[in-house]
């Protein structure tokens, strides 16, 4: 695994890629209940197209009584070794996605990683989990000021953008809007929901007394407990 992750990194630096993103959290994921009423199942025939030329890993003989999960999908699970060499093993800065708790991003930013994604992937790895902007106040108040804070999950609005800048965020990672924009009207889509996005965004912060993005502070918005 460690050979295909490696080749990775080296492709990325060879094509000009300025950072690396690593998700830590989500090693298994359970299909969404929407595919499993549809019946989908992944063709055999379909790989990712970075890993085309890569051997397929063997199948995993699971011995009486063990778990499929444990002894099979969470076997090659990321630990702190393998992201420990891949900092090693790259000149980019490695930023981590999946981060919810305010002690693993404080053992993150001392363990050296350049940056941090709040994020928990739109609800879809676990029921129940903290909402992504109920997580960011603590995590920005653990790292501190000066540390990069990314935010994901459940961007679909300018003003959802404003909140999570209001709570911490340096910037955020929009990823649904662009695939539903790509799907409608290819690249122009992406242009112009990514327009859509900022004028909305403008608009918030227009309607909140904010001129910059500087202004958007925690004390722009009001929080309700429950």
Known sequence: MRDSTLD????????????????????????????????FRMPDTVRPGNLIHHATPPPVELERGQSRIFQCLMREAPTWDDLDWLMRHTRLPVIVKGVLRADDALALKAAGVAGIIVSNHGGRALDGVPASLDALPAVRAAVGADYPVLFDSGVRAGSDVFKALALGADAVLVGRLQVFALAVAGALGVAHMLKLLREELELCMALAGCATLQEITADSITLRHA
Do not use: F, I, W
């Open 8 to 39: 990775l990194v080296q492709r990325a630096e060879a094509a000009g890629y300025r950072a690396l993103v690593v998700t830590l959290d989500a090693a298994v994921q359970r299909p969404s209940l929407r595919a499993q009423r549809a019946g």
